[in-house]
């Protein structure tokens, strides 16, 4: 059982640097939230000015505001180790590699879901969104969504972050891949806030919840094969 | 003097050429059958032997992702360059087919709904379907290191190889819950025959396609190889 703790040890100390790195210098993560909100305002002009055009896109935008605000945020995450030739000296450490993996996955959900919360407070306000009385379950479709999300977005930043083109290679690569995560979390998100009538979101939860484990397990499986290449 | 590249790194053709001419003249006699055999459908007339080259053109662009997974999981168990290059190969074919395939069906959607696209599950499915392998495709373009490239290119493979049934069933229940019509599914008997042939004529010159591809791909590496050597003043 040793090992057990051995991992977990390494995944606290991991995601904890990265928490740490960022809480340091607050740059990063006032950045990304601004972003965020920028692209959601973007949105308004896009869809608007009509109140029950806004009201409608709500949750499709503020997915999208948090998709592209997010990508940002996950070739940061390898950013600081490139640059310090930080990367080599962690990869020295004995140890699973899923742990780094791990940790990025926990400081980057963390990263994410601060950010998301304040863009879906933002889009609350400006897309005049009328809380529903199942709010519980819409905070479970957003942590669920946050989870595919991110799980993707750490594991497809391993590669892009040190190759050339990073800022293309990333979307490209990423965005593809999320399509079921993003179609099954504006769908669930919309149901909800419309009330919910045919009793969509069940379906779109599952699908989520399966979606979210086959990806983490791959992508904790493919992360050796990507990390020391 | 001695050559540059060693024997080892070029491809024998072997029979393929003779293969590659079987499969061109299945395909012409597949087309025939179904050009001039089948009857005019009810309602769309001439316009359904479209379906001859739009659907095995699907069919292998969903074959194509399958082959990916394979060949991935193979070098990532056992690292041989040629199973990456056999990846590779597949993964550019099957973008050529699945890009095929939404131009055909854009082709056939223009007279037959009105509009050269429409959000239908399995045209956008596809389309997905060509972004994810575009994705890949690009990956291998942005890494230079054939070891790195490799690698990754497996594991963004396997990956998106796995996604393809999800993002299909995640598109097909996003088009059912907003209730527009569907395309036909059932393939009326007249068309079976043809439909059967054309899809072996368009399998056997996609494993023509990903052979000549894979060729031209040892040939790179050989290439490659061959730079290295000189660079280093081996020869």
Redesign the interface.
């Known amino acids: 059982m040793t090992a057990w703790r051995d991992d977990w040890r390494r995944v606290r100390t991991i995601a904890w640097k990265d928490l740490t790195t960022e809480r340091r210098s607050k740059a990063g993560f006032n950045g990304v939230v601004a972003l965020g909100v920028t692209i959601l305002v973007l949105f308004g002009f896009a869809l608007g000015p009509d109140a029950q055009a806004i009201r409608d896109a709500a949750a499709g935008a503020v997915w999208l505001a948090v998709l592209f605000a997010g990508v940002l945020a996950f070739n940061r995450s390898y950013q600081v180790e490139l640059e310090t030739g930080a990367l080599e000296q962690l990869l020295l450490y004995p140890g699973s590699r899923w742990t780094i993996f791990s940790g990025k996955l926990l400081a980057n959900l963390t990263f994410v879901g601060l950010m998301l919360v304040i863009v879906v407070l933002v889009g609350i306000v400006l897309f005049q969104v009328t809380v529903p009385s199942s709010w519980p379950l819409l905070v479970g479709v957003l942590a669920l969504g946050t989870v595919g999300l991110v799980s ?1 977005g750490t ?2 930043a391993a ?1 892009a972050s040190r ?3 990073r800022e ?2 990333l979307p ?2 990423l ?3 999320l ?2 995560v993003l ?2 979390a504006m ?1 669930a998100s919309k149901a909800l806030l419309g009330g919910d009538l ?1 009793h ?1 979101s069940g ?2 939860v599952k ?1 989520l919840f399966a ?1 979210d484990i ?2 983490l397990v ?2 904790h499986l ?1 992360f050796e ?2 990390i ?2 | 003097m001695t050559d540059i590249a060693a024997t080892r790194d070029i491809p024998r053709p072997g029979r393929w050429p003779w293969f590659g001419a079987f499969a061109i003249l299945f395909l012409i006699g597949s087309q025939a059958l179904g050009i001039l055999t089948s009857p005019p459908d009810r309602d769309m007339g001439d316009l359904q032997k479209i379906m001859y080259v739009h659907v095995p053109s699907a069919w292998m662009s969903l074959l194509a992702p399958a082959i990916v997974l394979v060949f991935s999981l193979r070098y990532l168990m056992k690292g041989r360059e040629d199973d990456d290059l056999l990846a590779a190969s597949a993964a550019e074919v099957g973008a050529a087919f699945s890009g095929l395939t939404l131009v055909l069906g854009m082709i056939w959607g223009r007279p037959a709904w009105g509009v050269w696209w429409a959000w239908d599950a399995r045209l956008t499915s596809m389309l997905v379907l060509f972004l994810i392998l575009v994705g890949y495709l690009s990956l291998r373009s942005f890494v230079e290191d054939p070891q790195r490239r490799a690698q990754w290119s497996a594991a963004v493979g396997v990956l998106g190889a796995i996604n393809v049934p999800i993002v299909y069933m995640s598109v097909k229940w996003w088009r059912t819950l907003h209730q527009m019509q569907s395309s036909p599914s059932t393939v009326d008997p007249a068309y079976v025959l043809s439909l059967r042939a054309n899809a072996f004529a368009f399998l056997f010159m996609m494993i023509y396609f990903i052979r000549r591809r894979y060729e031209a791909a040892r040939l790179e590496r050989a290439a490659e190889h061959a730079a290295e050597a000189v660079a280093l003043g081996e020869r």
């Open positions: 993707l594991f497809y590669m190759s050339r083109a293309v290679l490209l690569l965005f593809p891949m399509v079921p179609l099954a769908e045919m969509a379906a779109w699908m979606y086959i990806f791959a992508t493919a094969h990507v020391e290449a």
